[in-house]
């Protein structure tokens, strides 16, 4: 089993910035794929930032170039930087690991965090 734990949410302004991370803990061999995915009050869970085939990260639509995704894994952490966030950024954001795809679609992927709130302000 793999447990991944995020942390850095919080509340902020419009062009705020915040820092998110995900410890992943357990059998950490598994998590050689992972991401971040967030989900707003009423709306269906979306992919933040996946990785790809070759361990690079692909982005949502809406980050256009906001947000960027990093991986250390002698700590095995993922770590999400967002900047220029906007209110329709608020929600939730959840840590994703396993899988052998990666990417963006939350289907691929076996584990999951409990998530961190994340609230922009206008």
């Known amino acids: 089993q793999v447990q991944l734990a995020e942390s850095g949410g919080g509340s902020v302004q419009t062009g705020g910035s915040l820092r998110l991370s995900c410890v992943a803990s357990?059998?950490?061999?598994?998590?050689?794929?992972m991401g971040w995915f967030r989900q707003a009050p009423g709306k269906e869970r979306e992919g933040v930032a996946g990785?790809?085939?070759?361990?690079?990260?692909s982005y949502g639509d809406f980050v256009k170039g906001r947000f960027t995704a990093s991986k250390d894994y002698a700590k095995h952490t993922l770590y999400l930087q967002m900047n220029d966030l906007r209110p329709e950024d608020t929600g939730m954001y959840y840590c994703?690991?396993?899988?052998?795809?990666?990417?963006?679609?939350?289907?691929?992927?076996?584990?999951w965090g409990q998530g961190t709130q994340v609230t922009v302000s206008s």
């Open positions: 357990g059998e950490t061999y598994r998590t050689q794929y």
């Open positions: 990785h790809d085939s070759d361990e690079k990260f």
């Open positions: 994703a690991a396993g899988g052998i795809l990666g990417g963006l679609a939350h289907h691929t992927y076996n584990y």
